[in-house]
Protein backbone atom coordinates (compact mmCIF):
# COMPACT_ATOMS: atom_id res chain seq x y z
CA UNK A 1 0.00 0.00 0.00
CA UNK A 2 1.64 3.51 -0.97
CA UNK A 3 1.71 5.74 1.89
CA UNK A 4 0.89 9.55 1.80
CA UNK A 5 2.39 12.12 3.58
CA UNK A 6 0.46 16.02 3.65
CA UNK A 7 3.85 18.42 3.85
CA UNK A 8 1.26 21.07 5.89
CA UNK A 9 1.28 24.98 6.55
CA UNK A 10 3.50 26.51 3.94
CA UNK A 11 3.85 29.82 4.03
CA UNK A 12 4.95 29.93 0.33
CA UNK A 13 5.00 27.82 -2.15
CA UNK A 14 6.66 27.84 -5.44
CA UNK A 15 4.88 25.21 -8.28
CA UNK A 16 6.77 26.11 -11.24
CA UNK A 17 3.16 25.69 -12.69
CA UNK A 18 2.24 28.91 -14.62
CA UNK A 19 -1.17 27.41 -14.20
CA UNK A 20 -1.45 27.82 -10.23
CA UNK A 21 -1.26 31.44 -8.33
CA UNK A 22 -1.67 34.99 -9.45
CA UNK A 23 -0.28 34.80 -13.11
CA UNK A 24 3.78 34.40 -11.96
CA UNK A 25 6.17 31.93 -14.05
CA UNK A 26 6.90 30.85 -10.48
CA UNK A 27 3.30 29.67 -9.82
CA UNK A 28 3.07 30.93 -6.27
CA UNK A 29 0.35 29.80 -3.92
CA UNK A 30 0.60 31.05 -0.04
CA UNK A 31 -0.74 29.47 2.71
CA UNK A 32 -0.52 26.08 0.75
CA UNK A 33 0.19 22.01 1.61
CA UNK A 34 1.35 19.43 -0.84
CA UNK A 35 0.50 15.43 -0.73
CA UNK A 36 2.71 13.24 -1.89
CA UNK A 37 1.91 9.47 -2.55
CA UNK A 38 5.35 7.22 -3.18
CA UNK A 39 7.45 8.87 -4.77
CA UNK A 40 4.74 11.22 -6.36
CA UNK A 41 3.16 14.66 -6.10
CA UNK A 42 -0.68 13.56 -5.22
CA UNK A 43 -2.29 17.26 -4.81
CA UNK A 44 -0.59 20.92 -4.60
CA UNK A 45 -3.22 23.29 -3.06
CA UNK A 46 -4.40 25.88 -0.80
CA UNK A 47 -4.22 23.75 2.85
CA UNK A 48 -7.67 24.54 3.54
CA UNK A 49 -8.91 22.19 1.07
CA UNK A 50 -6.11 19.76 1.61
CA UNK A 51 -7.20 16.08 1.85
CA UNK A 52 -6.43 13.65 4.64
CA UNK A 53 -2.99 11.34 4.51
CA UNK A 54 -1.37 9.01 6.57
CA UNK A 55 1.13 11.01 8.19
CA UNK A 56 1.57 14.69 7.97
CA UNK A 57 4.63 17.32 8.72
CA UNK A 58 4.09 20.66 9.66
CA UNK A 59 6.38 23.23 7.39
CA UNK A 60 5.71 25.68 10.55
CA UNK A 61 4.57 28.71 7.75
CA UNK A 62 8.10 28.15 6.11
CA UNK A 63 8.56 28.26 1.90
CA UNK A 64 8.62 25.00 0.03
CA UNK A 65 10.53 25.05 -3.58
CA UNK A 66 11.00 22.47 -5.95
CA UNK A 67 14.61 21.12 -5.85
CA UNK A 68 17.09 22.25 -8.11
CA UNK A 69 18.02 21.08 -11.24
CA UNK A 70 21.75 21.16 -11.52
CA UNK A 71 22.63 20.42 -15.05
CA UNK A 72 26.14 21.24 -15.24
CA UNK A 73 28.51 19.57 -13.19
CA UNK A 74 32.11 17.98 -13.37
CA UNK A 75 31.71 15.36 -10.40
CA UNK A 76 34.06 12.24 -11.67
CA UNK A 77 37.46 13.43 -10.79
CA UNK A 78 40.18 12.40 -7.99
CA UNK A 79 42.46 15.42 -6.22
CA UNK A 80 41.97 18.96 -6.00
CA UNK A 81 43.29 22.23 -7.21
CA UNK A 82 43.44 24.39 -4.33
CA UNK A 83 46.92 25.39 -4.91
CA UNK A 84 46.20 26.60 -8.44
CA UNK A 85 42.87 28.27 -7.33
CA UNK A 86 45.33 30.53 -4.43
CA UNK A 87 47.76 31.13 -7.54
CA UNK A 88 45.11 32.58 -9.34
CA UNK A 89 43.78 34.86 -6.59
CA UNK A 90 47.08 36.36 -6.36
CA UNK A 91 46.23 37.56 -9.82
CA UNK A 92 47.34 34.45 -12.38
CA UNK A 93 44.56 34.07 -15.18
CA UNK A 94 42.35 30.72 -15.47
CA UNK A 95 43.03 28.61 -18.72
CA UNK A 96 41.49 25.44 -20.20
CA UNK A 97 45.39 24.09 -19.38
CA UNK A 98 44.87 23.28 -15.45
CA UNK A 99 42.43 20.10 -16.77
CA UNK A 100 45.48 18.47 -17.73
CA UNK A 101 46.35 18.21 -13.63
CA UNK A 102 42.55 17.29 -12.81
CA UNK A 103 43.38 14.34 -15.63
CA UNK A 104 46.62 12.69 -14.28
CA UNK A 105 45.09 12.84 -11.18
CA UNK A 106 41.96 11.09 -12.00
CA UNK A 107 43.64 8.36 -14.18
CA UNK A 108 45.69 7.18 -11.31
CA UNK A 109 42.92 6.94 -8.97
CA UNK A 110 40.67 3.35 -8.21
CA UNK A 111 37.05 3.29 -9.42
CA UNK A 112 36.42 2.92 -5.71
CA UNK A 113 38.14 6.55 -5.04
CA UNK A 114 36.38 7.88 -7.80
CA UNK A 115 32.93 6.05 -6.90
CA UNK A 116 33.54 7.73 -3.57
CA UNK A 117 34.48 11.15 -4.30
CA UNK A 118 31.18 11.51 -6.42
CA UNK A 119 29.33 9.93 -3.80
CA UNK A 120 30.14 12.69 -1.76
CA UNK A 121 29.80 15.60 -3.88
CA UNK A 122 26.41 14.24 -4.78
CA UNK A 123 25.32 14.04 -0.74
CA UNK A 124 26.51 17.42 -0.68
CA UNK A 125 24.54 18.84 -3.42
CA UNK A 126 21.51 17.06 -1.95
CA UNK A 127 22.00 19.02 1.53
CA UNK A 128 21.93 21.93 -0.33
CA UNK A 129 18.64 21.10 -2.13
CA UNK A 130 19.25 19.90 -5.33
CA UNK A 131 17.63 16.41 -6.18
CA UNK A 132 18.44 15.88 -9.99
CA UNK A 133 22.27 16.46 -10.95
CA UNK A 134 23.96 15.92 -14.39
CA UNK A 135 27.30 14.77 -14.29
CA UNK A 136 30.15 14.63 -17.19
CA UNK A 137 33.23 12.93 -18.01
CA UNK A 138 36.21 14.27 -19.31
CA UNK A 139 38.89 14.02 -17.09
CA UNK A 140 39.98 10.36 -18.19
CA UNK A 141 40.33 11.05 -22.00
CA UNK A 142 41.21 7.38 -22.64
CA UNK A 143 38.59 4.88 -23.99
CA UNK A 144 39.40 3.16 -20.42
CA UNK A 145 39.20 6.19 -18.25
CA UNK A 146 36.12 7.30 -19.92
CA UNK A 147 34.37 5.03 -19.97
CA UNK A 148 34.88 3.47 -16.27
CA UNK A 149 33.86 7.26 -15.37
CA UNK A 150 30.43 7.21 -16.99
CA UNK A 151 30.03 4.06 -15.64
CA UNK A 152 30.46 5.36 -12.19
CA UNK A 153 28.38 8.77 -13.37
CA UNK A 154 25.41 6.34 -14.49
CA UNK A 155 24.95 4.97 -10.73
CA UNK A 156 23.84 8.60 -8.79
CA UNK A 157 22.32 9.51 -12.14
CA UNK A 158 20.44 9.23 -15.15
CA UNK A 159 22.02 12.69 -16.93
CA UNK A 160 24.99 10.90 -17.75
CA UNK A 161 27.27 13.49 -20.55
CA UNK A 162 30.00 11.66 -22.16
CA UNK A 163 32.80 14.87 -22.27
CA UNK A 164 35.78 13.31 -24.16
CA UNK A 165 36.05 16.62 -25.71
CA UNK A 166 37.28 18.06 -22.79
CA UNK A 167 40.67 18.99 -23.56
CA UNK A 168 43.47 17.20 -26.36
CA UNK A 169 45.43 15.23 -23.71
CA UNK A 170 49.04 15.60 -23.51
CA UNK A 171 49.90 11.95 -25.46
CA UNK A 172 48.12 13.50 -28.43
CA UNK A 173 49.57 16.96 -28.32
CA UNK A 174 50.80 17.12 -31.22
CA UNK A 175 48.53 14.87 -32.95
CA UNK A 176 44.87 16.32 -32.43
CA UNK A 177 43.01 15.44 -35.39
CA UNK A 178 44.04 11.92 -34.32
CA UNK A 179 42.22 12.79 -30.77
CA UNK A 180 39.32 13.58 -32.49
CA UNK A 181 39.02 10.29 -34.23
CA UNK A 182 39.40 8.66 -31.14
CA UNK A 183 36.74 10.46 -29.33
CA UNK A 184 33.98 10.08 -32.42
CA UNK A 185 35.41 6.31 -32.81
CA UNK A 186 36.60 3.60 -30.01
CA UNK A 187 35.89 6.03 -26.70
CA UNK A 188 32.45 7.26 -27.82
CA UNK A 189 31.88 3.48 -28.35
CA UNK A 190 33.02 2.77 -25.04
CA UNK A 191 31.28 5.94 -23.19
CA UNK A 192 27.66 5.53 -25.07
CA UNK A 193 26.08 2.62 -23.72
CA UNK A 194 26.32 4.92 -20.22
CA UNK A 195 25.49 8.13 -21.62
CA UNK A 196 22.96 10.38 -22.14
CA UNK A 197 24.42 13.44 -23.55
CA UNK A 198 27.69 14.20 -25.37
CA UNK A 199 29.78 17.36 -25.13
CA UNK A 200 32.58 19.19 -26.02
CA UNK A 201 34.65 22.33 -24.81
CA UNK A 202 35.10 24.34 -28.28
CA UNK A 203 37.18 27.42 -26.94
CA UNK A 204 40.43 28.55 -28.19
CA UNK A 205 42.81 25.72 -26.58
CA UNK A 206 40.48 23.08 -26.70
CA UNK A 207 38.41 22.15 -29.35
CA UNK A 208 37.29 24.29 -32.68
CA UNK A 209 34.14 24.79 -34.29
CA UNK A 210 34.85 21.66 -37.05
CA UNK A 211 36.01 19.47 -34.14
CA UNK A 212 33.17 20.42 -32.08
CA UNK A 213 30.43 19.86 -34.62
CA UNK A 214 32.07 16.00 -35.65
CA UNK A 215 32.05 15.34 -31.61
CA UNK A 216 28.48 16.20 -31.42
CA UNK A 217 27.31 14.47 -34.76
CA UNK A 218 29.02 11.70 -34.13
CA UNK A 219 27.65 11.45 -30.44
CA UNK A 220 23.85 11.89 -32.06
CA UNK A 221 24.71 9.29 -34.84
CA UNK A 222 25.56 6.98 -31.46
CA UNK A 223 22.02 7.79 -29.78
CA UNK A 224 22.90 10.94 -27.46
CA UNK A 225 21.78 13.83 -27.58
CA UNK A 226 23.97 17.29 -28.23
CA UNK A 227 25.27 19.95 -25.09
CA UNK A 228 28.15 22.28 -25.58
CA UNK A 229 31.22 24.16 -23.37
CA UNK A 230 30.47 27.56 -25.77
CA UNK A 231 32.08 30.97 -25.37
CA UNK A 232 33.64 30.55 -22.35
CA UNK A 233 36.97 32.46 -22.32
CA UNK A 234 36.03 34.68 -25.49
CA UNK A 235 33.70 35.35 -28.54
CA UNK A 236 33.68 32.41 -30.41
CA UNK A 237 31.96 29.77 -32.71
CA UNK A 238 30.51 27.06 -29.98
CA UNK A 239 26.94 29.19 -29.50
CA UNK A 240 26.76 28.90 -33.51
CA UNK A 241 27.61 25.13 -33.20
CA UNK A 242 25.25 24.89 -30.63
CA UNK A 243 22.10 25.63 -32.76
CA UNK A 244 23.46 24.14 -35.98
CA UNK A 245 23.27 20.60 -34.12
CA UNK A 246 20.08 21.27 -32.46
CA UNK A 247 21.90 21.04 -29.30
CA UNK A 248 19.79 21.30 -25.79
CA UNK A 249 21.79 23.48 -23.87
CA UNK A 250 24.75 25.85 -24.90
CA UNK A 251 26.68 26.53 -21.75
CA UNK A 252 28.79 29.30 -20.33
CA UNK A 253 27.88 31.74 -23.28
CA UNK A 254 29.80 34.43 -21.23
CA UNK A 255 30.77 36.31 -24.54
CA UNK A 256 27.82 36.25 -26.76
CA UNK A 257 26.43 38.11 -29.47
CA UNK A 258 23.40 40.03 -30.01
CA UNK A 259 23.17 37.37 -32.95
CA UNK A 260 23.80 34.80 -31.15
CA UNK A 261 21.48 35.55 -28.60
CA UNK A 262 18.25 35.47 -31.39
CA UNK A 263 19.86 32.00 -32.86
CA UNK A 264 19.40 30.20 -29.06
CA UNK A 265 16.29 31.62 -28.85
CA UNK A 266 14.77 31.22 -32.31
CA UNK A 267 16.45 27.47 -32.31
CA UNK A 268 14.85 26.70 -28.92
CA UNK A 269 18.55 26.07 -27.10
CA UNK A 270 19.01 26.87 -23.21
CA UNK A 271 21.72 29.11 -22.10
CA UNK A 272 23.36 27.43 -19.23
CA UNK A 273 24.55 30.29 -17.00
CA UNK A 274 27.75 29.22 -14.48
CA UNK A 275 27.96 32.29 -12.46
CA UNK A 276 30.43 29.85 -9.81
CA UNK A 277 32.83 29.79 -12.66
CA UNK A 278 33.07 33.92 -13.22
CA UNK A 279 33.16 34.08 -9.12
CA UNK A 280 35.36 31.63 -9.14
CA UNK A 281 38.07 32.86 -11.75
CA UNK A 282 37.51 36.67 -11.25
CA UNK A 283 35.90 36.63 -14.36
CA UNK A 284 33.16 39.24 -15.91
CA UNK A 285 29.67 37.52 -15.98
CA UNK A 286 27.60 36.69 -19.10
CA UNK A 287 24.79 39.26 -19.73
CA UNK A 288 21.71 37.43 -18.10
CA UNK A 289 19.50 40.38 -18.68
CA UNK A 290 20.20 40.51 -22.38
CA UNK A 291 19.42 36.53 -22.78
CA UNK A 292 15.88 36.99 -20.74
CA UNK A 293 15.46 40.23 -23.57
CA UNK A 294 16.16 38.05 -26.31
CA UNK A 295 13.82 35.01 -25.02
CA UNK A 296 16.48 32.92 -24.17
CA UNK A 297 15.29 29.75 -22.06
CA UNK A 298 18.15 30.75 -19.26
CA UNK A 299 19.06 27.69 -16.78
CA UNK A 300 21.64 28.32 -13.40
CA UNK A 301 24.08 25.45 -13.18
CA UNK A 302 27.23 25.44 -10.53
CA UNK A 303 29.55 23.63 -13.20
CA UNK A 304 30.93 22.33 -9.78
CA UNK A 305 34.57 20.88 -10.80
CA UNK A 306 37.82 21.15 -8.96
CA UNK A 307 39.47 23.67 -11.16
CA UNK A 308 37.35 26.30 -12.31
CA UNK A 309 34.46 26.34 -9.83
CA UNK A 310 34.49 24.67 -6.82
CA UNK A 311 31.33 25.00 -5.65
CA UNK A 312 28.65 22.58 -4.86
CA UNK A 313 25.81 25.37 -4.04
CA UNK A 314 22.79 25.95 -6.11
CA UNK A 315 22.06 28.70 -3.22
CA UNK A 316 25.21 30.45 -3.96
CA UNK A 317 24.85 30.36 -7.78
CA UNK A 318 21.18 31.79 -6.96
CA UNK A 319 22.77 34.73 -4.84
CA UNK A 320 25.26 35.51 -7.81
CA UNK A 321 22.67 35.63 -10.39
CA UNK A 322 20.98 38.32 -8.42
CA UNK A 323 24.05 40.67 -6.96
CA UNK A 324 26.18 39.63 -10.48
CA UNK A 325 23.79 39.22 -13.48
CA UNK A 326 21.12 41.15 -12.49
CA UNK A 327 18.56 38.40 -12.24
CA UNK A 328 15.19 39.13 -10.47
CA UNK A 329 15.26 36.52 -7.53
CA UNK A 330 12.16 34.96 -8.96
CA UNK A 331 14.23 34.84 -12.60
CA UNK A 332 16.70 32.73 -10.67
CA UNK A 333 14.90 30.45 -8.95
CA UNK A 334 13.22 29.46 -12.28
CA UNK A 335 16.30 29.11 -13.89
CA UNK A 336 18.09 26.97 -10.90
CA UNK A 337 14.78 24.46 -11.34
CA UNK A 338 12.34 24.85 -14.78
CA UNK A 339 15.08 26.55 -15.80
CA UNK A 340 17.68 23.40 -15.52
CA UNK A 341 15.16 20.77 -16.26
CA UNK A 342 14.57 21.98 -19.61
CA UNK A 343 18.53 22.83 -20.41
CA UNK A 344 18.27 19.03 -19.93
CA UNK A 345 14.90 18.67 -22.07
CA UNK A 346 12.91 17.17 -18.73
CA UNK A 347 9.55 18.05 -18.03
CA UNK A 348 8.64 16.17 -14.75
CA UNK A 349 11.72 17.36 -12.73
CA UNK A 350 11.64 21.39 -11.86
CA UNK A 351 8.11 21.49 -10.84
CA UNK A 352 6.27 20.60 -8.12
CA UNK A 353 2.52 19.28 -10.02
CA UNK A 354 0.23 16.26 -10.03
CA UNK A 355 2.52 13.73 -11.25
CA UNK A 356 5.70 14.80 -11.07
CA UNK A 357 8.28 13.26 -8.59
CA UNK A 358 7.85 14.67 -5.18
CA UNK A 359 11.34 16.77 -5.45
CA UNK A 360 11.42 20.00 -2.78
CA UNK A 361 13.16 21.37 0.05
CA UNK A 362 11.60 23.43 3.08
CA UNK A 363 13.60 26.03 3.57
CA UNK A 364 14.62 27.95 6.81
CA UNK A 365 12.38 31.15 5.42
CA UNK A 366 9.62 32.58 4.74
CA UNK A 367 9.73 33.48 0.85
CA UNK A 368 12.47 32.08 -1.75
CA UNK A 369 13.62 35.87 -1.89
CA UNK A 370 15.91 34.78 1.49
CA UNK A 371 17.71 32.44 -1.28
CA UNK A 372 19.35 35.82 -2.93
CA UNK A 373 18.47 38.14 0.42
CA UNK A 374 20.66 35.89 2.92
CA UNK A 375 23.67 35.06 0.96
CA UNK A 376 25.84 32.05 2.22
CA UNK A 377 23.09 31.25 5.23
CA UNK A 378 22.25 27.44 4.77
CA UNK A 379 18.44 28.18 4.60
CA UNK A 380 17.99 24.19 3.04
CA UNK A 381 15.89 22.28 5.68
CA UNK A 382 14.92 19.20 4.71
CA UNK A 383 15.04 17.63 1.43
CA UNK A 384 13.10 15.19 -0.07
CA UNK A 385 13.84 13.63 -3.36
CA UNK A 386 10.96 11.16 -5.15
CA UNK A 387 9.33 11.51 -1.70
CA UNK A 388 12.23 10.11 0.53
CA UNK A 389 13.59 12.33 3.17
CA UNK A 390 17.27 12.71 2.01
CA UNK A 391 18.01 15.39 4.83
ZN1 LIG B 1 31.84 22.60 -17.46
Known amino acids: MTVSLLVDNIGELVTNDPAIGAGSRLGLLEDAAVVVEGHRVAWVGRRAEAPAADASVDAAGAAVVPGFVDSHSHLVFAGDRAQEFAARMEGRAYSAGG ?13 DELAANLARLVAEMARQGT ?12 VADETRSLAIAAQVTSETTYLGAHVVPPEYADEPAAYVDLVTGPMLTGAAPHA ?11 FDAEQARAVLRAGQAAGLQARIHANQLGHGPGIEVACDVGAASADHCTFATADDLANLAAAGVAATLLPGVEFST ?21 DCNPGSSYTSSMPLCIALAVREMAMTPAEALWSATAGGAAALRRDDVGRLAV ?8 LAAPSYVHLAYRPGVPLVGAVYRRGQRLS
Do not use: N
Request: charged fraction near 20%; hydrophobic fraction near 45%; charge should be neutral.
Open 131 to 142: TTVEVKSGYGLT
Open 196 to 206: RWVDVFCERGA
Open 355 to 362: GAPADFMV
Open 282 to 302: RSPYPDARAMLAAGVTVALAT
Open 99 to 111: IQTTVAATRHASD
